[in-house]
């Protein structure tokens, strides 16, 4: 394996993660581009601003609407440019939830993850090289179904719920009934992610990664988006801090197709708007 990303140690063994080895194929994490592809449950939501203020770093700030937020399930399939994950399946598709802080840089609109959850490894660590906070977790969503009885139809008013577990808690549950089409995206999923690179200090002295940044992203699609009436709960038994980050008004609800191309990172630009 050959990439601008593969990390080279002298003549030795090679790789874009761990672990190296001497042809660079052994790494957990194969070099981006990723390409995504899924099923996405999201459930618009509004925090305390208070609360939401507490986990923001201090360079972003909340933006136009303070205590917007999101909760998103998805069911992923993925692959790097050589496609080769897709003839594996239990290592190309995975579970994902995380919760979505509205927020913004110098007026640029972003959206802060606090927490994220994945139910493969791999997906955990691709999301610590962006900054991303994933954590291993179960997840579980509805998903439409194309014939028979045992789902809601794709196109079609229906009923989707989340769920998401931790070391046997239930952290959250989300339920949507759709009703019909919207036009448009919901709005935290069309803005940047920003994230924190973070590398914690190991060596005496050491002094650790801390980075803000967000992600070149190409390829994005979505399908026809379905809305309605949406129910959320979320519960603090494994997190306190999660608990804050409860519900204070129940939004709409979505029900969509979601494809991107993640490429590589890029620091948040000390300016204003891009």
Known sequence: MTSSFTTAIGAGPSGYSLPLSPS??????????????GEVIMVDYRVDPAVAAAFLPPELDAGTDPGAAAAVFA????????????????????????????????????????YAWVDQP????????????????????????????????????????????????????ATVNVSGPIAEPPPLHTVPLVHTRMFPAWLPGEQPLSQLVTSKVTGVEF??????????????????????LRPVEVGRGYVFGYAETLCHGEPLEPGGNQ
Do not use: N, Y
């Open 24 to 37: 660079g194929g052994s790494a957990a994490l194969t070099p981006p581009p990723w390409h995504f592809a």
């Open 75 to 114: 069911q992923w399939q993925w692959c790097s440019a050589s496609g080769a994950e897709l003839a594996v399946p239990d290592r190309c598709r995975f579970g994902e939830f995380l919760i979505l802080l509205g927020c913004s840089h110098r007026g640029r609109p972003l959206a802060r993850c606090p």
């Open 122 to 173: 791999v997906p955990m660590l691709r999301g610590w090289v962006q900054g991303m906070p994933k954590q291993l977790g179960v997840i579980h969503q509805t998903m439409p179904v194309r014939v028979g009885e045992a789902g809601p139809r794709l196109g079609a008013p229906g009923g989707f719920t989340g769920t998401a577990s931790v070391h046997g808690q239930r952290i959250v549950t």
């Open 223 to 244: 399908t026809e988006i379905w809305a309605g009436q949406a129910s959320l709960e979320i519960f603090d038994g494994i997190d306190a801090d999660l608990g804050r």
